[in-house]
Each structure stands twice: as C-alpha cells, then as structure tokens.
C-alpha cells in the first residue's frame, strides 16, 4: 500500500507518519519510510542518528546523475528515467524500515527542481509500483509539492488537520488539488484533539464520512517531535493512531 501524507505546515504530518509507520512495523510489515519535506525531519522523528542522515545522499544532490538519467542538457528530458540501479544506494535501512531523504532546501536563485522532481518522481514510483511493501511519504506542507508525478500510484492521500479554520481551508485546498491530479482515495485526520469541543469543529467543516478519526494531543507525541526517543515512546506512537491504523491497512483492500 502507497500511503502520502499531507497538510498544512506544523499540524503533526511528521508524528502521524511516524506513528503510522511504527504501527505498520509492529504489525510485522515491511515499510519504506519516504521524507519528501525539505525540512528533512521524518528520519529524526524516526530516531536515526543525525550523522546517519547526514551521510545519506540526497537524491536531488546527485547533479551528475540526475543529467544522465534526465537526457543531459536542455529543456527537454525523459519523463521516466529508469532509476532501479540508485535505488539501494539511496536507502539506510534499520531492520525492517527502510528510510528514504528524497530531497533538501535549494539555495536561493538556484534553478529549478525540473529535472531533479523527475528522478524523485520516478523514484518514488519505482517503489509505489514495483514493491510489496507500505510506503509512506512525509509529503512537504501545503500543496507546492503535488503533481502528477508523485501522485501517480498512490493508493491513498492522508490529509492531516489540527482544529483551526486555517488548517482546514488547507486542507480542503490540498484535497481538491489532489482529486484532480486523480487520487481517488483521500481521507482526513484530526490530529492535535484536546477536547470534544475540537473535534466538533473539525466534525463541523470537513465531510464525516471522509474523516479517519481523531488523534488526541499526546505528550509522547511531543517527545518524539522534541527526538527523545525510547521503546515506550515508540510504542506510545504506534498506539496514537489506535483503530486509524486498522482502517488505513483496511483500505488497501
């Protein structure tokens, strides 16, 4: 199953990623952990060591490579560059989590990420396609980072949504953007929930029947954002999404 998530800057896309993939972990799957934020935070969250994810390639670093597998120079390259043989180099694997840094912040008055988003587009679907596994991308905030490149395949868009009329003017956005690029399969989670007065607001503005559920703020939650890590921790993570996490493994059914 190809699972990306999405949302408004700051709402917890990061803490619901990583609660989501411990949960998929506990449940003896294999997950590729995708960070496709600039921020690069998901493998932090995660508990890799800093200097391991340092180390790690970004895949939008790699100039050389990327002009030979785009078609060299110009304004025209190949829309679907065969990116197998980079695939495992790119990887830091940690049992059965494999971790992905897709990409990092672009100097100001640099060029564009053209060429480079069509390696990481064939490179995510590389993945979505050919593998058996859950694939979860930490999608980037906002909606900038759509297209149709990374949102072919995927079998579901998790919009996540903090109780604010701003966050879910966000999130509305990001779905009708994500319902024409043709993801068909798009729910909401209400994520940062302190009180039935919360929930009601988020119940008041977005459809019930596309909505997961609700994740209820957690200090364990805010450990893991804060990188103090442990086995409780961990586990308190994968606990956070509670029935959400039955139905998401549900859906790719």
């Known amino acids: 199953m190809k699972i990306a998530i999405s949302g408004k800057g700051g709402v917890g896309k990061t803490t619901i990623s990583t609660g989501l993939i ?31 994810i340092t180390n790690l390639k970004p895949i939008v670093d790699m100039r050389e490579i990327i ?53 990481l587009n064939a490179l995510v679907n590389s993945i979505l396609v050919k593998s058996k596994e859950i694939v979860v991308l930490d999608m980037g905030a906002g909606i900038e980072h759509l297209t149709r490149g990374t949102a072919n395949g995927v079998d579901l868009m998790l919009i996540v949504s903090e109780p604010s ?7 509305i956005t990001i779905k009708n953007l994500a319902t024409d690029l043709g993801i068909d399969n798009i729910k909401y989670i209400g994520n940062k929930i302190r009180n039935y007065k919360e929930k009601e607001f988020i119940l008041s503005r977005l459809p019930e029947q596309d909505i997961l559920g609700f994740v209820e703020f957690s200090f364990q939650a805010l450990e893991l954002s804060m990188g103090l890590h442990s086995m409780e921790t961990q586990s308190s993570s994968a606990l ?8 998401i493994l549900s859906l790719k059914s």
């Open 67 to 119: 002009a030979n597998k785009s078609g060299g120079s110009g304004a025209f390259f190949t829309l679907n560059p065969d990116v197998d043989d980079i695939l495992n180099e790119f990887v830091f694997q940690i049992g059965s989590l494999y971790f992905l840094k897709m990409g990092a912040v672009k100097q100001g008055g640099s060029s564009c990420y053209c060429r480079e988003n069509t390696v």
């Open 22 to 52: 411990y949960y998929c972990l506990n449940k003896g799957l294999t997950v590729f952990a995708v960070d496709a934020d600039p921020d690069i935070s998901l493998g932090t969250v995660l508990g890799i060591d800093n200097q391991a």
């Open 165 to 171: 009329i701003v966050s879910i003017n966000t999130a």
């Open 240 to 247: 956070l999404l509670g029935e959400i996490g039955e139905k």
